[in-house]
Structures are given as C-alpha cells and as structure tokens.
T-cell receptor, first 114, second 116 residues
C-alpha cells in the first residue's frame, strides 16, 4: 500500500524567510509525487510534480521541491515566503508500477507572518 | 473555461435524507474523481471513473453511489445520509486517467455538506 506522511500540522515562518514543508512517502514501486495548495474555502490547486529526471522540481508561485529517493522525501521549499503563501499544503503520491490512484497526506497549514 | 464546477456549494440534510452532488468539467478530461475532506485526515477518495462508462471504488465508498452520466458529468449520491457523512466534498478531473501516472488532477471548489 502507498502512503504519505506530512509530519507537521502547521509551519510558521516570517515573511521574507525561506520555508520548508516536509513530506515523506512510501510506495512499493516507483513514485510520482505531487504538491497541491488549498486556499480558504477553495478547491485544491496543483503546484508541481516529480515524474522523473532532475531531483529539483520547480513549480508555480516560486515554489520548488526536492525529490530524495534514499530518504523517500519530497519536501516543498520556497526561498522567500510571502504572507499570501499562507494556505494548506498537501503532498500526494501514486505508485507508477501499480497504476494506483492518488494518495494524499493530511496536509500542513503554512502561516506566514508579516 | 469554467474548469470543474460543483453544485450545490452548501447543503444541510437531515439523517436519512438523500441527495445528489453534481460535478461537471469542460476540459474534455477522461477521468473524474470524488473525494471527501475531513479535518486532520486529508483527502480520501470515494469513487472514481477512469473513463466514460466505468466507475470504481476508492478508499471510502460505503454509503455512496456514483454515476458517470457522460464524459463531462460525474455525480455522487447519498441514498440515506448519516452524520458521519458531514464533510467537504471535492470533485476532480484529469486528462488521461489512472493508468497514466503523470496525470495531474484539477479540482472543483467543493460542496460543504452537513448532516444533522
């Protein structure tokens, strides 16, 4: 079975500081990994995904994520946080080799203070 | 393009009542999905439709039924609502389907359902 863990319920960061939202995963085969963001009272929006190739993936709004196969991690990062980045962030995984559907983590609330 | 639309936005039901949540997409996507979102539990897949004419159970299908009416529309029905079904329901669609691992899902705005 595949699974995703987001170990932090909430991350607090000051505007202008770098941010990291953590994600680890477990799959039997090879993973496809995704990050989504949810603003209040909205649906989820796609940020970025890792399929293959370069371990550093760049996405929307200046976000990037680093795939680390040995640590089974896919942490979301941004060099300089904005107050408008405050939202709920979801990591998700699917197992390439099993044609599985997407499994989401429980979400991490990011709060960026002015 | 409207993307993925859902109706209604809000609904309050009494225990035992039935209702259908509607979802439509105008992106010509093959696959559609229904999720529920509960605090601290992330999104859990209820049912999905990999292509027109097919539907499959997800992680939490009990108490729900679905219909893939055509390529655009995918409805979720609660036959006899229970308080445990109080949740926010999201519909999503993706271009290629569950057999294509690179597929990105696009989400609707959600339906907030309360069952009293």
């Amino acid at each position: 079975a595949q699974s995703v863990a987001q170990p932090e319920d909430q991350v607090n960061v000051a505007e202008g500081n770098p941010l990291t939202v953590k994600c680890t995963y477990s799959v039997s085969g090879n993973p496809y990994l995704f990050w989504y963001v949810q603003y209040p009272n909205r649906g989820l929006q796609f940020l970025l995904k890792y399929i293959t190739g370069d371990n550093l993936v760049k996405g929307s709004y200046g976000f990037e994520a680093e795939f680390n196969k040995s640590q089974t991690s896919f942490h979301l990062k941004k060099p300089s946080a904005l107050v408008s980045d405050s939202a709920l962030y979801f990591c998700a995984v699917r197992d390439i080799d099993r044609y599985s559907t997407l499994t989401f983590g429980k979400g991490t609330m990011l709060l960026v203070s002015p | 393009n409207a993307g993925v639309t859902q109706t209604p936005k809000f609904q309050v039901l009494k225990t035992g009542q039935s209702m259908t949540l509607q979802c439509a997409q105008d992106m010509n996507h093959n696959s559609m999905y229904w999720y529920r979102q509960d605090p601290g539990m992330g999104l859990r897949l209820i049912y999905y439709s990999a292509s027109e004419g097919t539907t499959d159970k997800g992680e939490v299908p009990n108490g729900y039924n679905v219909s893939r009416l055509n390529k655009r529309e995918f409805s979720l029905r609660l036959e006899s609502a229970a308080p445990s079904q109080t949740s926010v329901y999201f519909c999503a669609s993706s271009p290629l389907g569950t057999l294509a691992g690179t597929d990105t899902q696009y989400f609707g705005p959600g339906t907030r359902l309360t069952v009293l």
